[in-house]
């Protein structure tokens, strides 16, 4: 399992939080390569962009994806 994929795991557990989601994400750039951020950054608007749209275009804003 990469960590990409593991990071998606723990979102996914942590989604009924929005200050967990928050954190996590956060915890993921300090891991995760530029090309799986942005890998990360489409995963979490196809899967969370209705109901985390706030916290991913704040912690997202400068990322291009």
């Known amino acids: 399992i990469t960590m990409l994929e ?3 795991i723990l ?3 942590l989604s009924y939080d929005p200050e967990l989601f928050r954190k996590e994400i956060v915890k993921s750039f300090k891991w995760l390569k530029s ?3 942005i890998m990360l950054h489409r995963w ?3 899967n969370y962009g209705k109901t985390h749209a706030s916290v991913i ?3 997202f804003e400068y ?3």
Request: proline residues 0%.
């Open 35 to 37: 090309y799986e951020i």
């Open 11 to 13: 979102l996914d557990q």
């Open 57 to 59: 275009r704040d912690l």
């Open 63 to 65: 990322i291009a994806a």
């Open 44 to 46: 979490l608007k196809e």
């Open 6 to 8: 593991h990071q998606k």
